[in-house]
């Protein structure tokens, strides 16, 4: 078992840290927003912390899953951060979705500090976290991916080392462009559907056998047929993880045209109001 440090309490982060207390580890968690974590320890017994240094200090392990590159930053390298406090040999692992700029950035500082640092987004949303049930896609060394594998392994269904430093973050960027194709063809095709007055359960058994057959359909089929969008992941942070995705296709040449495209239906869904429904709620921007 080990001694481990949490930052972040979110939607994410909160369920994450629940699994690594119920395996048997003593967790610190820190979270901004203080009421959190204070929570948080309430239910769940361990430590609370003050800032990220203090959580840090002294762990074999410090896990973070924030918001956004800013976040991440102070957490780790701001005044009050992690990596000033972790000791030579310690490993740090990050769950935030952010850019393959930092999350190299954080391998090098790392390194020179003797930390073992592991990029390492997940897919699942939140359901995935309560359940212990993520996919993690794992950027860094051979020597941290050992040495987190055995911890991130209390809320993972999947776990791949993906390749070095970003490496993680990048596929995480593969999923996000993926997903948000599949969203689009499956608007369209409900709309379609809808249009043509037929009965969105037999259509549904009819084509989710075949090659149209997705997660999204599966899980969001019925859902969106009824208007239902408070599941999972927020439109607010796909739209943040496709514009990493268009940031990082600029540096390597990649051609990102239907990303592009559902990015800017995705602004149109966030001017409805839809800014925090599930991403499947990209339907709304097409009329009944």
Sequence with gaps: MADIAYLGLGVMGAPMARHLAAAGHNVTVYNRTRARAEAWVAEHGGTLAAT??????????????????????????????????????????????????????????????????????????????????????????????????????????????????????????????????????????????????????????????GAAQSWQMVNRWKTMGEDKFDFGFAIDWMRKDLGLALEEARVNGALLPVAALVDQFYAEVQHMGGGRQDTSALVRRIAR
């Design 52 to 209: 990220p240094a203090e959580a840090a200090r002294g762990k074999q392990v410090v896990v973070s899953c924030v918001g956004r590159d800013a976040d991440l930053d102070e957490v780790t390298l701001g005044p009050d951060g992690a990596f000033a406090a972790m000791a030579p040999g310690a490993l740090f692992v990050d769950h935030t979705t952010v850019s393959a700029i930092i999350a190299r950035r954080l391998a090098e500082e790392g390194a020179a500090r003797g930390l073992l640092v592991v990029d390492a987004p997940v897919s699942g949303g939140q359901a995935g976290a309560e359940n212990g049930a993520l996919s993690i896609m794992c950027g860094g060394s051979d020597e941290a991916m050992a040495a987190a594998r055995p911890i991130i392994d209390a809320y993972a269904a999947r776990i791949v080392h993906v390749g070095g430093p970003g490496a993680g973050q990048t596929t995480k960027m593969v999923n996000q462009i993926a997903i948000a194709g599949v969203l689009a063809g499956l608007s369209e095709a409900l709309r379609f559907a809808q249009a043509a007055e037929l009965d969105l359960d037999k259509v549904f058994e009819a084509v989710s056998g």
